[in-house]
């Protein structure tokens, strides 16, 4: 069997390239071309004998997803379906902006913590991600952007926290290997308790980002059933636990869902919820971004956002509007990959037409 270089450390390969009688700089020269210098074959690796690129490729593959559909938007955003060796498919998508690139990375096929207004929770769990697949929608995406990709998000398919141990392994290849700024990395999660305490035992910093959507039990739960297990008092102890671990800011994402948390009094609610833990950092609202769904979740009015966000910062929460990207390429989170399990790859844009409000 094959060894695989995407998901291993220098280290690693090091270890690798000397029980191939190889001396410890071709190993940094190896995991160069891997990690920063986005090789899409051995033939790229030219700095390397060519005896030792023919005998890597019969030992070894480099492992990376294979992009199996791209759709592009007119503000740039690229949804990728990325697939793996087993044939499993998850999303990612490419962000650029005028002064960054961003990425957003999945870290599970499907998601087992079922939120009522997401796509990719309709499929439920196939799988969790290795660190390798995880960082290789990473590599993928570098390799076809003329742009260095600087920022990355784990805001994509699954639940991070639920797939721990690969997604910390992940932050390692993407901060030692690939040399982004652990302050350019956020991992969102739904309020996975252990998981928040666990990841701020780690010597890696990142942006934490709490996905709330709701300024009370009673209504979370309605709309992120594994908020069940973890009530809001226990999942803001343990974000209160991480910034004190961290000395790093949270973000609160808060999906606009129109008419069911989108009223002035759920915004002085949160902005209450907050303070009362005396947790920083800023809430970023997500109007909806049209999924089909059985509760037939709208998205809220432009009016009902404005007045939110005023809300929130006359109490002195900051807030900020995540930007709208990728309507017209199905760019919420699930979207691609359940339209082409239906369909074949038919264009996004085409399936989606007419469907938003």
Avoid at 7 to 25: A, K, N
Avoid at 290 to 295: D, H, L
Avoid at 305 to 318: C, D, I, N, S
Wanted: net charge positive; charged share 20%.
């Amino acid at each position: 069997m094959k060894q695989t270089l995407v998901g291993m450390t220098q280290q690693e390969i090091t270890q690798l390239l000397q029980e191939m009688g190889q001396p410890q700089y071709r190993a940094v020269q190896t995991a160069a071309w891997v990690y920063r210098k986005s090789a899409a074959s051995w033939e790229d690796m030219t700095d390397l004998p060519v005896a030792l690129r023919k005998k890597m490729a019969q030992e070894c593959e480099l492992g990376l997803p294979e992009a199996a559909h791209r759709d592009t938007a007119p503000d740039g955003t690229i949804k990728y379906l990325m697939r793996f060796a087993d044939g499993v498919s998850v999303e990612s998508v490419y962000l650029p902006y005028p002064n960054r690139v961003s990425v957003c990375l999945s870290t599970q096929a499907g998601c087992a913590a079922g939120c009522a207004f997401c796509a990719t929770a309709k499929g439920g769990l196939e799988r969790s991600l290795s660190a390798g697949e995880i960082a290789g929608q990473f590599l993928r995406m570098q390799q076809e952007s003329n742009r260095r990709i600087d920022h990355v998000v784990y805001m994509g398919m699954g639940e991070p926290l639920l797939n721990y141990s690969a997604m910390v392994r992940s932050l390692f290849l993407l901060r030692d290997e690939a040399g982004l700024s652990a302050r350019n990395i956020t991992v969102s999660t739904v309020g996975i308790v252990p998981g928040i305490r666990a990841l701020a035992e780690e010597d890696i910093p990142v942006t934490l980002a709490l996905s709330l959507h709701a300024p009370d039990d009673a209504l979370r739960t309605q709309l992120i059933p594994t908020a069940r297990k973890w009530p809001l008092e226990e999942i803001l102890e343990a974000c209160s636990y991480y910034t004190s671990r961290t000395k790093r800011n949270l973000t609160f994402e808060y999906l606009l869902l129109g008419g069911i948390n989108d009223s002035p009094e759920q915004a002085r609610a949160l902005a209450r919820l907050l303070a009362g833990r005396h947790l920083p950092g800023n809430v970023n609202l997500i109007p909806f971004n049209y999924v089909e769904t059985p509760q037939g979740f709208r998205r809220p009015a432009r009016e009902a956002v404005t007045a939110f966000r005023a809300e929130l910062e006359k109490a002195g929460r900051p807030a900020t509007q995540r930007m709208t990207r990728g309507n017209a390429i199905a760019a919420a989170c699930g979207q691609l990959r359940r339209q082409t399990e239906q369909h074949g790859f038919v264009p996004a844009a085409m399936l989606s037409a007419g469907k938003q409000p």
